[in-house]
Structure formats: structure tokens, C-alpha cells
Nanobody, 119 residues
Framework: QVQLVESGGGEVQAGGSLRLSCAAS????????TAWFRQAPGKEREFVAN????????SYADSVKGRFTISRDNAKNTVYLQMSSLRPEDTAVYYC????????????WGQGTQVTVSS
């Protein structure tokens, strides 16, 4: 029903910046919110940030507050994650997920994009 495609990952040195994109297609009108999650090797997937499509309300994990910014372009059906002051511990596969109105579970997922931060 909804397809998500991430892009923008890569390798960067500590202190650098990257911008990830999550492009949605299909029945995008059912999307209430989109979030970024990440999963490092040997660790569970963790929440990074989310944004509500209507109104733009955002929330962040404490570990990224002040360094990452989530935004959206509704006309392009795209959500961005601007990452600055990157640290080696930010290294992970980053996934975007979307959920519909009235549900808490993220039902739609992209394939992930690798972010590697070298020290």
C-alpha cells in the first residue's frame, strides 16, 4: 500500500554531516507519521526521530537531540533526516517507517541505508 525508499547513506568522518531521504509512494494519503530508526551490529533497532505529516510535530531520541533534524516535504512525499556532528556510535543501518492514522505500529518500512562514521 505504501512503499518507502531510503537514500543518502554513506561514510563520513566524525564531526561530519549527512542527509538521509525517505521517499514514499503508493497510498501516501494514509500516512500519519514517519520515523527514522537505526540498527547497529549486534544491537536492537532503536528509535531516532519521527514527524507527523500534518502539522509537522516532531520528537527525537535523547542521543540525537540537537544534532539531528527531521523534516518533510509533503509535495514530494519525502521525509529527511539531517544528521550533523556525527559520532562513531551513530554508525548503523538507518530505516524509515510509516504508520497510519489511529495505530501505533509502523507497518511500512524501507530497505535501509548504511551510515558509517569513522573516527
Amino acid at each position: 500500500q505504501v512503499q518507502l525508499v531510503e537514500s543518502g547513506g554513506g561514510e563520513v568522518q566524525a564531526g561530519g554531516s549527512l542527509r538521509l531521504s525517505c521517499a514514499a509512494s503508493g497510498r501516501t494519503f494514509i500516512i500519519y507519521a514517519t520515523a527514522w530508526f537505526r540498527q547497529a551490529p549486534g544491537k536492537e533497532r532503536e528509535f531516532v526521530a519521527n514527524i507527523v505529516w500534518n502539522g509537522g510535530s516532531t520528537s527525537y531520541a535523547d542521543s540525537v537531540k540537537g544534532r539531528f533534524t527531521i523534516s518533510r516535504d509533503n509535495a514530494k512525499n519525502t521525509v529527511y533526516l539531517q544528521m550533523s556532528s556525527l559520532r562513531p556510535e551513530d554508525t548503523a543501518v538507518y530505516y524509515c517507517g510509516s504508520r497510519g492514522f489511529g495505530v501505533t505500529q509502523y507497518a511500512y518500512w524501507g530497505q535501509g541505508t548504511q551510515v558509517t562514521v569513522s573516527s
